[in-house]
């Protein structure tokens, strides 16, 4: 079946995780699963995504204005994975991550599976995970409007750089905030106080993301809504 809309693809693998223990593997796979349960709700129609090889995704999602905030909910739920069950409050090295490439155009050719699906979304985020493997980067944009990929390639760039210094901790919070909770809300879901939400709110760089989410919204909205 053949349609043409435009979409965001979304591209992505694990890195290292030929190094993760069967524990960690199994755990991230199944926090993959249900963080795109409740993103697949998201959008109208319903997104869809797809795990393949045990160590790489594939998704579309709909609405190409909100391929960042899944992109980054999806990294922070993989993010804050620890395997230190009894100090679960506590701040530890990242053990999971991996590298994400969005991908935004047309919808051309549609199979009942997204990994036997194609067009000019699917082709730019594969090779835009292609190319990010090279240059070490973790996260890429990539549409039809090379001003667009240029703006954001400089701003995912300092993305990559602020989020590498996260901890488990400082991603549990990004995440909570990615979905809407207030500190108070993050507070009593961690079992932690108001104040050391907010100490890991600004440690993680929360403002400055928030800006780049917006920015991107917008940009997408006024490029690539409704078809464009």
Known sequence: MYICNMIAVLSADLLSSTSYSSKLLERVINVLNKEFRKLEKLTEPTSEFRIYRGDSFQGIVYEPEKALLFALRIKTAINRLHLNDLESNRAFKREADLRMAIGIGTYDFKRDSIL????????FSGR???????????????????????????SFFLFDTLSDKWSTASAEVIYYLL???????????????????????????????????????????????NGK
Do not use: C
């Not at 036997?116 to 082709?123: D, I, L, V, Y």
């Not at 835009?128 to 240059?135: A, V």
């Open 179 to 225: 979905q809407g909770f207030k500190e108070t809300e993050i507070a009593t879901e961690l079992g932690i106080s108001q104040s050391a939400v907010n100490q890991r709110k600004k440690a993680a760089g929360w403002d400055a993301i928030e800006a780049l989410l917006l920015r991107y919204k917008t940009v997408m909205n006024q490029h690539f809504a």
């Open 128 to 154: 835009s995970l292609d190319e990010i493997k090279k240059d070490n980067r973790k996260l890429k944009l990539k549409t039809p409007q090379e001003d667009v990929n240029n703006e954001f390639d400089a």
């Open 116 to 123: 036997e699906s194609n067009g000019q979304a699917f082709q």
